[in-house]
């Protein structure tokens, strides 16, 4: 973000030719969100002992295993969004952004929908970590909402990256509170203090991530503006160039001298003799 001018569709070129050039534009995070759903889903199929069975044979009929169908839900949209990911850097004649932030927000619009009803038969513990996710999930889908329209902002690419960041860190911090305790005691319901830590640690993730995020971008600003003149000198000897060839008004300029130029031609002929 710092070196490119486009946010979404980076302007540095592959260094190589050939094999090296197609493995630069390889879609890696579509790549890895199909790996990693189809994973997930196989691991939801296969985890329980008669399988993923919507329905019992008894009457009246019941569903069987809502959180576990809930589940493989998340883990195929998650897979289908690499899919277009890929499709759409790799496979299409022009990356679609549209296309592509579309997904990602249709996805999270469901997984907000689902994660309101995840937690419907949870209380204490459970129920608080998945509030919390909610309203992480909830801002993450505004913000996509209105990068629909601004897709190449950098304070929205800023605030996703960091919703991002904390929803993944505190899955991971929830799935050890609910199943792998570090203290090796499972936390308490009833307990009035380990429910008002829950949200103590959640303020931590966000400070952790927000410092994360402001290394990372003070790191790389502090190393760009020292240690790459070369890449300030070639920006500001190609900004003339970029500034006054490119954009609407320039072609619309252009189209103009030639139709005064095609206007003139007859003129000049019928004068000559």
């Known amino acids: 973000m710092i070196v490119n001018d486009s946010l979404l569709c980076p302007s540095c070129p592959p260094r190589h030719k050939g094999i090296w050039a197609r493995l630069w534009i390889i879609s890696y995070g579509g790549l890895l969100k199909i790996v990693t759903g189809s994973i997930l889903t196989i691991y939801v199929v296969f985890c329980l002992d008669d399988g993923m069975v919507l329905m019992n044979k008894k009457y009246p009929p019941r569903f069987l295993y809502p959180k576990e169908w809930q589940h493989l839900t998340m883990f195929i949209l998650f897979t289908l969004n690499g899919c277009v990911d890929v499709m759409s850097k790799n496979l299409l004649p022009q990356r679609c952004v549209v296309l592509e932030k579309g997904t990602l927000v249709l996805t999270f619009y469901v997984l907000l929908l689902l994660l309101m009803s995840h937690g419907q038969d949870s209380t204490g513990i459970e129920l608080q970590i998945h509030y919390l996710l909610i309203v992480v999930v909830f801002l993450l889908m505004l913000v996509l909402t209105i990068e629909l329209w601004t897709p190449d902002t950098f304070h929205l690419l800023l605030i996703e990256t960091f919703l991002f960041l904390t929803m993944g860190s505190w899955l991971i911090q929830g799935g050890f509170i609910l199943y792998r305790p570090v203290t090796g005691y499972p936390w308490q319901d009833d307990d ?82």
């Open 192 to 273: 009035i203090s380990d429910l008002m830590f829950i949200t103590t640690f959640f303020c931590w993730h966000v400070m952790i991530n927000a410092l994360c995020l402001l290394g990372i971008y003070g790191i790389s600003s502090f190393w760009h503006h020292c240690y790459c003149p070369s890449l300030k000198l070639m920006e500001s000897k190609e900004a003339p160039h970029h500034k006054g060839t490119t954009g609407p008004l320039y072609k619309l300029l252009r189209e103009v001298e030639q139709s005064e130029k095609d206007d003139q031609a007859p003129l000049l002929s019928k004068s000559s003799p």
